[in-house]
């Protein structure tokens, strides 16, 4: 696919992979809107790509409210007419928690941006592009989290979102076979980002900004030792873009813990109490 000149909206752009995703779309020559929840955040990141003589607009948007989705749509839709590209990358952290002691509202809050945001994409950012036929790509941020989970983190709410945004994304694929829309999962491991804070940024209408210091600060270690740079991770997004590819694997991988994982299946698919079809 041919990104110059076609237009892209980025959730979560105000920083991180997000900010990466944008950067690496706008110098693709995508027209990109930078949509975030922080509001000055993110104008200050456009103005920083902007004064790159790139065509950027940043938008606030709460990618758990579907009537934000929607509004940040129809900006960018005035702006620069069709939407061909959209990436649900907008996520949140949930780690250092037992399952058993994880309140309700920490779930809704994981929930509600890593699945709903990523829902709410489909169903609003998937019709705006096929609606002019032309080539598109849709792009949903899952992580290495959604194919297994990672011993002594206590990170099972993330992963189960994430698992999510992987069958959503293979789901999505399936329905969109036969269009000129590709779709891809993106599956970072450890990258340089300030996830760890995501909590700070929560909204009113799920219980307000909140912070975890020990568990940020134990998950901020760990992406800065190990992480990879945002940049990168833009452009293996735009690799995946223009190739196709689904699976988009990118940064360091746990991949004997995900094959053995795999393995665990297919020999559990082997018991007697199994009929193959």
């Not at 980025?10 to 900010?19: H, N, P």
């Not at 938008?59 to 989705?69: K, L, M």
């Not at 735009?238 to 053995?260: E, G, L, M, N």
Request: proline share 5%; with cysteine; charged share 20%.
């Amino acid at each position: 696919m041919d990104i110059s000149g076609k237009t892209a909206i980025v959730t979560g752009a105000a920083s991180g992979i997000g900010l990466g995703i944008a950067t690496a779309l706008a110098e693709a020559g995508a027209n990109v809107v930078m949509a975030d929840i922080q509001k000055d955040l993110v104008e200050q990141a456009a103005h920083g790509l902007s004064g790159t003589n790139k065509r950027v607009m940043p938008v606030r948007i709460d990618v758990t409210q579907e009537q934000s989705v929607l509004d940040a749509l129809a900006e960018a839709e005035r702006n620069f007419g069709k939407l061909h590209i959209a990436c649900n990358n907008a996520g949140v952290p949930m780690h250092g928690t037992k399952l058993i002691d994880v309140p309700p509202a920490d779930w809704e809050f994981v929930m509600g941006v890593n699945i709903w945001g990523i829902i709410h994409g489909i169903r609003h950012f998937v019709p705006a592009i096929l609606k002019h036929g032309e080539e598109g790509h849709i792009v949903n941020t899952a992580s290495v989290a959604g194919f297994q989970n990672r011993r002594g983190t206590n990170q099972g709410p993330y992963s189960m979102s994430k698992y999510a945004a992987l069958s959503l994304s293979e789901a999505l694929e399936q329905e969109l076979e036969g269009t000129n829309v590709g779709v891809s999962v993106l599956c970072p491991g450890p990258i340089a980002t300030n996830i760890a804070r995501g909590a700070r940024n929560r909204p009113d209408h799920m219980g307000g900004p909140q912070v975890k210091a020990n568990d940020e600060a134990m998950l901020a270690e760990r992406l800065a030792t190990m992480g990879l740079d945002p940049k990168k991770v833009g452009e293996r997004v735009v690799d995946a873009i223009r190739t196709k590819t689904f699976y988009a694997f990118v940064s360091a991988v746990p991949a004997a813990v995900i094959k053995a994982r795999h393995r665990r299946i297919e020999e559990a698919l082997n018991s007697p109490w199994v009929t193959h079809y």
